[in-house]
């Protein structure tokens, strides 16, 4: 925590400090396993696009469609990986396209090593019509056969195309030509032996391949009096994946998903399947098409990944069956949450208001903006980030009530003239439109002022020369006040005389944990064992149920390692939720930190973990000396996800006399009243 106790580590050379014992798990074990599966994410609702039908035989909520096929582009040949280039024939038209090329009734070529140059090489797939009617249909003077090594190979990936002849052509005038008869253009030619063979790529769609044994040339020749092969087909697969404008959108609302395929998954026997990768679990496929287009719906805020993939059949996963896989994209429904404080609730006092969202909304359509309870927009709604703050100056009466919302900000003009600037201000104070999501109406809180201290805040009830008048007579008088449960090596343990002298003052006291290592913060045993020695001290101090019980996180450094991980979290939220009491986490609140990282991880695993927690944040913390009277606006900096940000310790003290942290807090943070 807490200032004095980094201060007080640099004394130290070592620390040794024991964890709670064993057994001391028993109570957690049966509330989450630490190895257990993630909770389950329910998939979101299908519909199928406006006007579209279902594709026969497919999932719930797709639509199929063919028209989408890209016309086959040229594809790329080459020499097959280990091989060389089959030699030219001054004799014949040298025609440049790479191939290698031998006499199969040799020894296959051989790398240095002695392997076969293509023994790394699938088995060749055999051609579509069996040899013995190819050599059937062959005109006299020989047969040829055309087989590839695979028929389906991802979008760019190269396959080798062999053609095999009965007799060679070394010496005669004729070659061994294979051609891309899709595009009419020639893959690979060789001008001796027997056996050609051509490594060729493309980045999409289906390429029907044909070898012919006659006088090179650049183009396909007639069939009639040339030795031809049978036809094969092979297959380019590339998956692509988009979604429709806006991708984010309010609960309930759809996000459009458009899957294309370079050909017509139907055809080949596959299908095209629609995964959730947030939830681990199909969401629908289409068994016939180039397109599968669905819309997803969602009751609740949050995120999902979504990929595309071509498989066997209906039944596969990313893990297996795959045969090409789009880039993963994300359908995010938005959720907005509102805080208001104040440290005056009473006429003239101000209200400070923050609207967090769960999407920064720079790139998105929409704009955030603060209501009154008349429905007034309270500042100037906010464009970019998650965050949007205004202040308000309390009138008279009750305090009222405050909302915020995502909406469309109206049209902006030309900001580059002095009319256009105006009309930005103008748009900026208007009403937002088509309205996405609504936090829930709040009233402000009162911002209260406290302090944090490793050494007691007083000996004695009545003492006047101990921490709490001291502070009283040189910041003000404290609210609440932070102490540790139990003794450290370094801090004693809140006592009875504190216990008194809080009662008697009417003072808060806001209970920390710190009975171990600052760098020992991994792993969800550990947190549940942490969780037992809390609650076990709270509950023989007489601390009430429902009361916060906060964890010390200390940020990485020369002391700290700061290795705080969401097993951790969620391990302390589970035994102190447990045992009654409200988990909080004291640590670095700021997005990128380490704990804040963390702290998403976790409320992505378990969103219980995050509307039944509260945090407390060190960060920013500020220089200079600051009084009750001066005590700087509530403003604590926030995590990249839902948590209920309700402290801040914005000074440290590093033994400044009084040595004491400064600290704000929300009156909804439930401390405990002696």
């Not at 003009?413 to 105006?422: I, R, V």
């Not at 640590?587 to 963390?598: L, P, Y």
């Amino acid at each position: 925590m807490p200032l004095v106790f980094v201060a007080a580590l640099l004394h130290l050379s070592i620390i040794a400090l024991a964890v709670a014992p064993a057994s001391g798990l028993a109570f957690t074990r049966g509330l989450r396993a630490p190895s257990g599966p993630r909770n389950a994410v329910q998939a979101p609702t299908l519909a199928l696009p406006p006007g579209a039908n279902l594709c026969p035989g497919s999932g719930p909520g797709a639509a199929c469609d063919v028209s989408g096929v890209a016309p086959a582009r040229p594809g790329q040949p080459s020499v097959p990986d280990g091989l060389t280039p089959c030699p030219g024939d001054p004799v014949k038209a040298a025609l440049s396209t790479p191939a290698a090329c031998d006499d199969p009734t040799l020894t296959p070529p051989t790398s240095p090593a002695g392997k076969s140059k293509v023994a790394d090489r699938p088995s060749p797939v055999m051609p579509s019509v069996p040899q013995s009617s190819v050599a059937a249909m062959a005109p006299r003077g020989g047969s040829l056969t055309l087989s590839a090594d695979r028929l389906s190979p991802r979008s760019g990936e190269s396959v080798i195309l062999t053609a095999t002849a009965s007799a060679s052509v070394s010496g005669t005038e004729s070659a061994i030509e294979i051609f891309d008869q899709t595009t009419g253009t020639l893959a690979g030619a060789c001008m001796q032996s027997s056996r050609c063979l051509v490594g060729f790529s493309a980045a999409g769609g289906v390429h029907s391949f044909s070898a012919f044994v006659s006088p090179p040339a650049p183009t396909a020749p007639a069939r009639a009096g040339t030795i031809t092969s049978n036809a094969i087909q092979v297959s380019w697969l590339g998956v692509g994946l988009k979604t429709g404008l806006p991708t984010a959108v309010g609960p309930d609302k759809p996000v459009m998903l458009t899957a294309t395929s370079s050909v017509d998954v139907g055809r080949l026997g596959f299908v095209l399947i629609f995964w959730d990768t947030t939830g681990g679990q199909r969401l629908t496929f289409c068994s016939s098409g180039t397109t599968c287009s669905t819309m997803l719906s969602e009751p609740a805020a949050g995120s999902h990944g979504i990929v595309a993939f071509v498989a066997d059949n209906a039944s596969a996963t990313p893990s297996s069956g795959v045969r090409a896989a789009s880039d993963t994209v994300s359908a995010t429904w938005l959720s907005v949450e509102l805080s208001a404080s104040s440290t005056d609730l009473h006429s003239g006092g101000t209200v400070y208001l923050s609207a967090t969202s769960n999407v920064d909304l720079t790139d998105t359509p929409w704009s955030m903006g603060i209501y009154d309870q008349s429905g007034r927009l309270v500042g100037k709604s906010c464009k970019s980030g998650r965050t949007c703050s205004a202040q308000v100056t309390l009138g008279s009466g009750a305090a009222p009530w405050y909302s915020a919302a995502i909406g469309l900000q109206a049209p902006s003009a030309n900001e580059s003239t002095p009319a256009g600037q105006l009309l930005r201000t103008v748009s900026q104070s208007a009403s937002l439109r088509d309205i996405q999501a609504r936090s829930a109406a709040v009233q402000p809180s009162r911002v209260l002022w406290g302090v944090d201290s490793c050494k007691p805040l007083t000996g004695d009830a009545a003492a006047a020369s101990d921490l709490y008048p001291q502070v009283t007579r040189m910041y003000g008088p404290p609210d609440f006040w932070g102490r540790y449960l139990t003794t450290t090596p370094n801090c004693p343990g809140i006592s009875a005389a504190e216990v008194a002298a809080a009662a008697a003052h009417h003072l808060g006291i806001l209970p920390i944990y710190n009975e171990y290592y600052c760098s020992a913060v991994a792993g969800y045993d550990v947190g549940v064992s942490y969780a037992e020695g809390a609650t076990s001290a709270a509950a023989g101090l007489g601390i009430p149920r429902g009361t916060v019980l906060m964890i010390d996180i200390e940020p990485p450094g020369e002391w700290c390692s700061g290795g705080v991980d969401a097993t951790f979290i969620e391990g302390w939220y589970d035994g102190v939720s447990g045992a009654g009491y409200s988990p909080g986490y004291y640590g670095d609140g700021t997005g990128s930190s380490t704990f804040g990282q963390a702290w998403c991880t976790a409320v992505a695993d378990r969103a219980e973990v995050a509307t039944g927690s509260y945090l407390w944040s060190f960060e920013p913390s500020l220089l200079g000396r600051y009084t009750r009277a001066t005590a700087p606006s509530y403003d604590p900096n926030q995590v990249a996800c839902a948590g209920r940000m309700v402290a801040w310790q914005y000074v440290l003290s590093s033994g400044a006399d009084p040595d004491v942290d400064s600290d704000e807090a929300l009156s909804k943070l439930p401390l405990w009243y002696p």
